[in-house]
């Protein structure tokens, strides 16, 4: 079972950077590879981006237009989602995900955590 803990969302303004950061617990970190997901309200849940064990990274390329950047910590069992020039159609409430290296990060993730919201005010 791994823990994914969230945090650093908030509320910026348009233009803003924001740090998203995912701590997990409970399992082997480099076992598994992590991605970030968002849902707006009355949204379905987004693919952002993802990082793989071998610190490769993939990213949703419409919704994030180059603008985010992902990356992990394998000394600290982190995941990062950097934001930058935030607009007020990236508003969702982000999600950290992890699935074992012989899954499927995008598609189906067996870990979620709880969310951290993130308000892009204009």
């Known amino acids: 079972q791994v823990l994914l803990v969230e945090s650093g969302g908030g509320l910026v303004q348009a233009g803003d950077s924001l740090r998203l950061t995912c701590a997990a617990s409970?399992?082997?970190?480099?076992?598994?590879?992590l991605a970030w997901f968002r849902q707006a309200p009355g949204k379905e849940r987004e693919f952002v981006g993802a990082?793989?064990?071998?610190?490769?990274?993939?990213f949703n390329a419409d919704s994030v237009k180059g603008r985010f950047t992902i990356s992990r910590d394998n000394t600290k069992n982190t995941v990062y989602l950097q934001m930058n020039s935030l607009q007020p159609e990236d508003t969702a409430a982000y999600y950290c995900?992890?699935?074992?290296?012989?899954?499927?990060?995008?598609?189906?993730?067996?870990?979620w955590g709880q969310g951290t919201q993130v308000t892009v005010s204009s």
């Open positions: 995900a992890a699935d074992p290296i012989n899954g499927n990060i995008i598609s189906a993730p067996r870990y």
């Open positions: 409970g399992g082997t970190f480099t076992s598994y590879h």
């Open positions: 990082v793989y064990r071998d610190y490769s990274f993939r």
